[in-house]
């Protein structure tokens, strides 16, 4: 299995990112999919889960409001819209699959891990 970030990179504050996630190696469409992301010196903290269907999403209290998620099973791709960017959302971001929509927010309840993707905001 594979999960593969991309679409990182340097943006100002108040600037759109769109990250996205090229899975590989399992049905796509059997798992939830999800986004965590790891800044400097901190813990990995959860951002964002869509469901298998696209009908259910839910969000990190820091970015409400502001991301958005989404996924083509056909292209086997889960992305993550970020909107008004600002410096703290300043992180790695990994995108992650679980075949379960409980524990969202825990980093063991996930089956498989992508490599990361680096979004750095300036103020």
């Known amino acids: 299995v594979q999960l593969q970030a991309s679409g990182g990179g340097l943006v100002q504050s108040g600037e759109y990112l769109r990250l996205s996630c090229a899975a590989s190696?399992?049905?796509?469409?059997?798992?939830?999919v999800g986004w965590f992301r790891q800044a400097p010196g901190k813990e990995r903290e959860f951002v964002a889960l869509?469901?298998?269907?696209?009908?259910?999403?839910w969000f990190g209290d820091s970015v409400k409001g502001r991301f958005s998620i989404s996924r083509d099973n056909d292209r086997s791709t889960l992305y993550l819209s970020m909107d008004n960017l600002k410096p703290e959302d300043t992180a790695i971001y990994y995108c992650a699959a679980k075949r379960l929509g409980t524990d969202r927010t825990t980093m063991r309840s996930y089956d498989y891990w992508g490599q990361g993707t680096l979004v750095t905001v300036s103020s």
């Open positions: 190696g399992l049905t796509f469409a059997d798992y939830f």
């Open positions: 869509i469901s298998w269907d696209g009908i259910s999403t």
